[in-house]
């Protein structure tokens, strides 16, 4: 089982480049997310989804999208990198929490270097 | 404004001896509160939750102590080992809230010394 995968592991871009960070999951979880973790700040909510077709705003959206088209997939896009955007991003993946919470997964993280 | 607050930031401990992390929330909606567990170059990944039913919940060495008055929470790691050197998040969340959204403590990086 491959669980929460990310990729890129490593990624340099230049102000203002756009990229995707992937995310796949094969635990067919309705539930994904994308945190960004910068020291002393723990991870903060960028962007979350509840299921294919349906994607929500978290703490820290301004300067990303995500789509969510199949449950597998829930990709991260940087519309035009700027240096605030150095970060290590996590993707995660969980069922509903119900009255007990569940596992989230997390990946193993992208490292972003804005330049 | 963090809701979560954590301290320390980090904490060094001799082997054998009680890791004690402290976290303080500011929301009283939140009733599910998980600490993870994070190694150098990988996810977090769930150590160990608590509802606010209960006061404490134990696994292995690991113990987390909630005090639901004064909104505050704390893991402790007993007989700590080498082992347990990495950096520990305290997180809070509303059980019924879609998306299974988490907010986090800002993190402890712990050093256990041999």
């Known amino acids: 089982n491959a669980g929460v995968t990310q990729t890129p592991k490593f990624q340099v871009l230049k102000t203002g480049q756009s990229m995707t960070l992937q995310c796949a999951q094969d635990m067919n979880h309705e539930y994904m997310s994308w945190y960004r973790q910068d020291p002393g700040m723990g991870l903060r909510l960028i962007h979350y989804s509840v299921g294919a077709g349906i994607t929500d705003q978290g703490e820290v959206p301004n300067g990303y999208n995500v789509s969510r088209s199949t449950t597998e997939d829930f990709p991260l896009r940087l519309l035009s990198a700027a240096p605030s955007q150095t970060s290590v991003y996590f993707c995660?993946?969980?069922?509903?929490?119900?009255?007990?919470?569940?596992?989230?997964?997390f990946g193993e993280g992208s490292w972003l270097t804005v330049v | 404004q963090q809701q979560v607050k954590q301290s320390p930031q980090s904490l060094i401990v001799q082997k054998g001896g009680i890791s004690i992390i402290n976290c303080a929330y500011e929301n009283t909606a939140f009733d599910y509160f998980p600490w993870y567990q994070q190694f150098p170059g990988k996810g977090p990944a769930l150590l160990i939750a608590?509802?606010?039913?209960?006061s404490e919940k134990k696994e292995g060495r690991f113990t987390i102590s909630f005090n639901k008055s004064a909104k505050q929470f704390s893991l402790h790691i007993m007989d700590s080992q080498p082992g347990d050197s990495a950096t520990y998040f305290c997180a809070a969340t509303r059980l019924n809230n879609a998306g299974n959204m988490l907010t986090f403590g800002g993190g402890t990086r712990l050093m256990v010394k041999p």
């Open positions: 995660a993946s969980s069922l509903a929490f119900g009255n007990s919470g569940n596992t989230i997964y």
């Open positions: 608590i509802r606010p039913d209960v």
